[in-house]
């Protein structure tokens, strides 16, 4: 009967995947079937840490994380749990050598949420480390499937697509982040304004990671490099849209792209892809 909670534990990962981004799972999708259920564990787990210190106000925060962070090594360890999330995430571990080193990394930029109200550069390389580079790496670990030279290859690329990413969701949500949150993460920020010459700053930096992450993608076996691809396309046109507006609208609107354009922009992808255009 144990398959039937394990079958129950994905199916909640994956549904928490498809609730909070329909553009990552829309990427997911286009991953090898084999790879998509570990993929849905790991975006379930994360989200589960993101949601205790950004949307359980009134809360807890504090003890619910350690609670978390105390029940994930202790599954790891035994195997199993009762929460769905961590036991789907526990197998992922287990199964593709995930080290505990890259959840700990993880779950300390998820502290430094409960705390930080505005980072310096030292801070802003920390949190990015933990909340993008090493999820990065995880996903890398259950493509590479055991490959660990080929891992190795790809390692430093996967953390410059997941930095990349993890920056424009600043910029999407700096106005959430900044008057919700009170969260400030750009180190410029804190000695000068969020004008056009900053805002040109933080998008040359993000070019940079993004020129690097698209050359990983190249080098990712087939079974997984479309649904890679259709992560990053969807982040690039995001930044071009951020690019084309003003600073003061970064400040005053999250940003957003809609359903249809989003279909757009993977059927796009897809074409290219068959062309053997990526």
Request: overall charge neutral.
């Amino acid at each position: 009967m144990k398959l039937l909670f394990d079958k129950i534990a994905i199916q909640n990962s994956k549904m928490v995947t498809k609730t909070y981004s329909t553009s990552f799972s829309m990427g997911i999708g286009f991953l090898a079937k084999r790879f998509q259920n570990p993929i849905y564990a790991v975006y379930g787990f994360v989200r589960l840490a993101d949601e205790i210190v950004d949307s359980f106000h009134g809360y807890p925060k504090r003890e619910m994380l350690s609670e978390l962070r105390a029940e994930t090594f202790t599954a790891i360890e035994r195997g199993i749990s009762t929460n769905p999330i961590i036991h789907s995430f526990q197998e992922v571990v287990r199964t593709y050598h995930i080290d505990n080193s890259s959840i700990d990394i993880f779950l300390r930029s998820m502290e430094m949420d409960l705390d930080k109200q505005a980072y310096d550069q030292q801070g802003y390389e920390e949190y990015i480390l933990g909340s993008a580079e090493v999820v990065g790496l995880m996903c890398l670990r259950i493509f590479m499937d055991g490959d660990n030279a080929k891992y190795q290859e790809l390692k430093p690329y996967a953390m410059k697509l997941g930095s990349a990413f993890q920056k424009i969701n600043f910029l999407r949500d700096f106005k959430e982040d900044k008057d919700a949150l009170g969260r400030m993460y750009f180190p410029q920020l804190n000695y000068r304004p969020f004008d056009e010459a900053t805002k040109r700053e933080i998008e040359l930096d993000i070019f940079q990671d993004f020129e690097l992450g698209y050359q990983g993608i190249k080098m990712l076996p087939k079974e997984v490099r479309f649904g890679v691809y259709v992560a990053y396309i969807y982040y690039s046109r995001l930044l071009n849209v951020i690019m084309q507006l003003p600073a003061k609208s970064i400040m005053e609107e999250r940003i957003r792209i809609s359903d249809n354009q989003k279909y757009a922009l993977f059927f796009g992808s897809y074409l290219r892809h068959s062309l053997n255009l990526l």
